[in-house]
């Protein structure tokens, strides 16, 4: 299935660092939404960013949707260990309502 | 306001055998996505419902199916199970003209 490229795929970083990640498309996309999972639950959903070259803050967390709108960022500040989780970008698929996920970024934050 | 909720949260069948899962969305929202999640494949969209029609559909065969009631819950039905049909299956709802799609807990199927 067709799916967004996100990097990176895991980072071990040490608490009270900032993390960076960032997914691209080969299409361009109308929304992203930024998505954190827990295991054994369903993805959480942290940001969503509308417009080119929005910026969107929530908490500790920076999203931007990039000015070609194939891509999109994601930053936490000041990394803890309850960060810990995978993250999932999405985007929409021609403006419609069918939304494609990223691979995932695998965050692990060492006390 | 009550998240999405899912049922039954586990659930295991054999091969051949058809299942049904249920998501009853955040009250007021009419959009309802099911997702597929493997650790292969990802999250892989199925289809999408608002107000009882399909509005959205994936590339899965047509032995996944879905439909939704007026009352905005949705079901989803696999038949002929075969073994990599072994995922979490995740609904989402969403607010009427909105993006934002909010996820349930997931059912997860297992498949011997």
């Known amino acids: 299935g067709q799916q967004l490229n996100q990097s990176p795929q895991s980072m071990f970083i040490q608490e009270g660092e900032d993390v960076s990640m960032n997914c691209t498309s080969s299409?361009?996309?109308?929304?992203w939404l930024w998505y954190k999972q827990d295991p054994g639950e369903g993805p959480v959903l942290l940001i969503a960013?509308?417009?080119?070259?929005e910026l969107t803050s929530n908490g500790r967390l920076t999203a931007q949707f990039g000015i070609t709108r194939k891509d999109s960022f994601l930053n936490i500040s000041a990394s803890i260990p309850s960060d810990v989780g995978i993250y999932f970008c999405?985007?929409?698929?021609?403006?419609?309502?069918?939304?494609?996920f990223g691979t995932g970024t695998r965050l692990k934050v060492l006390a | 306001k009550a998240g999405v909720t899912q049922t039954p949260r586990y659930l295991i069948k054999t091969r051949g055998q058809q299942v049904t899962l249920s998501c009853s969305p955040i009250s007021g929202h009419r959009s309802v996505s099911w997702y597929q999640q493997t650790p292969g494949q990802g999250l892989q969209f199925l289809f999408e419902?608002?107000?009882?029609?399909?509005?959205n559909k994936g590339n899965f065969p047509g032995r996944f199916s879905g439909r939704q009631f007026s009352n905005s819950r949705s079901e989803m039905n696999v038949s002929t199970l075969e073994l990599g049909d072994s995922a979490l299956y995740l609904c989402?709802?969403?607010?009427?003209?909105?993006?934002?799609?909010?996820f349930g807990p997931g059912t997860r199927l297992t498949v011997l």
């Open positions: 299409s361009i996309f109308n929304t």
């Open positions: 999405a985007g929409d698929d021609s403006g419609t309502y069918k939304y494609i």
């Open positions: 989402a709802s969403s607010a009427s003209g909105g993006h934002e799609q909010f």
């Open positions: 419902y608002f107000s009882e029609t399909q509005r």
């Open positions: 960013l509308y417009k080119a070259g």
